[in-house]
Structure formats: structure tokens, C-alpha cells
């Protein structure tokens, strides 16, 4: 039972790169979600999905684009990378209103 | 706006002690709240949920209150083991069908054996 996936476990980027974080789960479970933990602070809200083709945004989403083709998947893209998007980034996933299922998380640092 | 705190931020017990979490949010309108935990590297898992109309939700060895007109919810812990070390944060839903949760900044708890 792999619950939530997320790829990769680290990255280091450049200034002005681009990446996407990649994010699974096999739970069928119609929400997903973007977070991201800044030492010291509670996760923040970059986007969220509550099924296939319908995104919204959270409390951070500026630099960041989603999209969810399937259930499944909601890659994270980073477009034109920026030193303050160093975090730590999870995805999540629910069944509204129940608990939410969370994925060990993708470290990255740009500089 | 909502605002979630929990204190102290790190604490340390010996083995066996009951102990008790604290969790406080700005805003007593709340739909519901959960406690999570979180290892050294790895993601959140999820303890208990209560909903805002319930007063408390137990699991094991842990129990959660929860008081909406005071703004305070407690995670308790009887008989503390090793194993319970991590970070412990709580997170509270403002609405039905508000996506967003409200973080604490998590109490790093570690239990001496």
C-alpha cells in the first residue's frame, strides 16, 4: 500500500531553473494538495485540487502552476526558480472532511 | 484571520510520564481539527480528527480534546514511550468545503528513556 509518492526526495536547483515535483497516490482519493514548510513555520497552501481537471489556488501560489490530468497525479511545476522557494515540499491527499494523507515530502534548495 | 499556536515549542519528559500537548487558535469558528505527527524527514501522518461538534477523539494512548469557545484544543499522551518522539502539530479547517487548513508551528516533544 504506497499511500502518497512524491519524487524526488531532494533536488538542488539554480537560480532561473525550472523543475516539477511529482506527486502520486494510489488511494483514489479525489483531493489533492500542495504544501510547503519553511523552518520554523506551519505548512502553507500553494494549491489544491478537489478532482481531475479542477485546481485552485492556496494561500502561496505565486511561482508555482499545477495541473491533474488524473486522479492520481498533481505535479507541482516550478517555473524561472527563485532562493526564497527553498522548502520543503509535501502533497497530500483526502476524501473531504477525513484526514489527510500526506507523502514523505521533497526537499529542495535553490541557489 | 486564523491563527494557530502551540507551546512550548520543543519539550522533554522521561519515559513512562503522561503529558499534554497544547494547541490554541485565534478564530472559535472552526469546522474541525486534527493533530498530526511528524518524524525527523518524513511527511505528516494524522492522529486523531475531531469535528467541532465533538469534545474529544481517542486513539491508543493518545486523546484529544477539544473546547471551540475557548480556542484551545490538548493532545494527551498517557505513558510516554521513545517511539512517541517527533514533532507533534495541529491543524484546524475553517469551513465545510474550505480546502485550506491553518497550521501550528508543532511541539517538538522528545522522551528521555
Known amino acids: 500500500n504506497a499511500g502518497v509518492t512524491q519524487t524526488p526526495k531532494f533536488r538542488i536547483l539554480k537560480i532561473g531553473q525550472s523543475m516539477t515535483l511529482q506527486c502520486t497516490q494510489d488511494?483514489?482519493?479525489?483531493?489533492m494538495y500542495w504544501y510547503r514548510q519553511d523552518p520554523g513555520m506551519g505548512l502553507k497552501l500553494i494549491y489544491y485540487?478537489?478532482?481531475?481537471?479542477?485546481?485552485d489556488k492556496g494561500e502561496v501560489p505565486n511561482g508555482y502552476n499545477v495541473s491533474r490530468s488524473t486522479t492520481e497525479d498533481f505535479p507541482l511545476r516550478l517555473e524561472l526558480a527563485a532562493p526564497s522557494q527553498t522548502s520543503v515540499y509535501f502533497c497530500?491527499?483526502?476524501?473531504?472532511?477525513?484526514?489527510?494523507?500526506f507523502g514523505n515530502g521533497t526537499r529542495l534548495t535553490v541557489t | 484571520k486564523q491563527e494557530v499556536t502551540q507551546i512550548p515549542a520543543a519539550l522533554s519528559v522521561p519515559e513512562g510520564e503522561n503529558l499534554v500537548l497544547n494547541c490554541s487558535f485565534t478564530?472559535?469558528?472552526?469546522?474541525?481539527l486534527q493533530w498530526f505527527r511528524q518524524d525527523p524527514g518524513k511527511g505528516l501522518t494524522s492522529l486523531l480528527l475531531?469535528?467541532?461538534?465533538?469534545r474529544e477523539q481517542t486513539s491508543g494512548r493518545l486523546n484529544a480534546s477539544l473546547d471551540k469557545s475557548s480556542g484551545r484544543s490538548t493532545l494527551y499522551i498517557a505513558a510516554s514511550q521513545p517511539g512517541d518522539s517527533a514533532t507533534y502539530l495541529c491543524?484546524?479547517?475553517?469551513?465545510?468545503?474550505?480546502?485550506?487548513?491553518?497550521f501550528g508551528t508543532g511541539t517538538r516533544l522528545t522522551i528521555i528513556p
Open positions: 497530500a491527499s483526502s476524501i473531504q472532511i477525513t484526514p489527510l494523507h
Open positions: 488511494m483514489n482519493h479525489n483531493y
Open positions: 485540487s478537489v478532482g481531475a481537471g479542477i485546481t
Open positions: 478564530d472559535s469558528a472552526i469546522y474541525n
Open positions: 475531531i469535528q467541532s461538534s465533538q
Open positions: 491543524a484546524v479547517r475553517q469551513d465545510f468545503g474550505n480546502e485550506k487548513l491553518t
